[in-house]
């Protein structure tokens, strides 16, 4: 069983940063895909960036691209969200999942294990 430990949310006020981490359990991290959703109170969980196995291919939403940053370190089974510039539309609770081989890599029914989320608040 994979089990993912999101950290890292807060409070901040709209232009600063926070920086999310995930670790995950278990010896396959580094053959998995990774991917960061979030999803507010009365939405629908979204996209938000993914980054393969390797490190050296990343895909954003349009929403946060060129704010926010992915990243990994398969040293520490650890996924990274850099999120810089941030938004109060931002406002969400942020979670990491594990993609599905095959899978599509922008929804939610791509990835089969998820953390059980941070919550970021940004404030005006």
């Known amino acids: 069983q994979v089990q993912l430990v999101e950290s890292g949310g807060g409070l901040v006020q709209a232009g600063g940063s926070l920086r999310l981490s995930c670790v995950a359990s278990?010896?396959?991290?580094?053959?998995?895909?990774m991917g960061w959703f979030r999803q507010a109170p009365g939405k629908e969980r979204e996209f938000v960036a993914t980054?393969?196995?390797?490190?050296?291919?990343?895909d954003y939403s349009d929403s946060v691209k060129g704010r926010f940053t992915i990243s990994r370190d398969n040293a520490k089974n650890t996924v990274y969200l850099q999120m810089n510039s941030l938004r109060r539309e931002d406002t969400a609770v942020y979670y990491c999942?594990?993609?599905?081989?095959?899978?599509?890599?922008?929804?939610?029914?791509?990835?089969?294990?998820w953390g059980q989320g941070t919550q970021v608040t940004v404030s005006s």
């Open positions: 999942a594990r993609h599905r081989i095959g899978s599509v890599l922008t929804t939610p029914g791509g990835y089969e294990y």
């Open positions: 980054i393969n196995w390797s490190g050296d291919s990343t």
């Open positions: 278990g010896r396959t991290f580094r053959s998995y895909r």
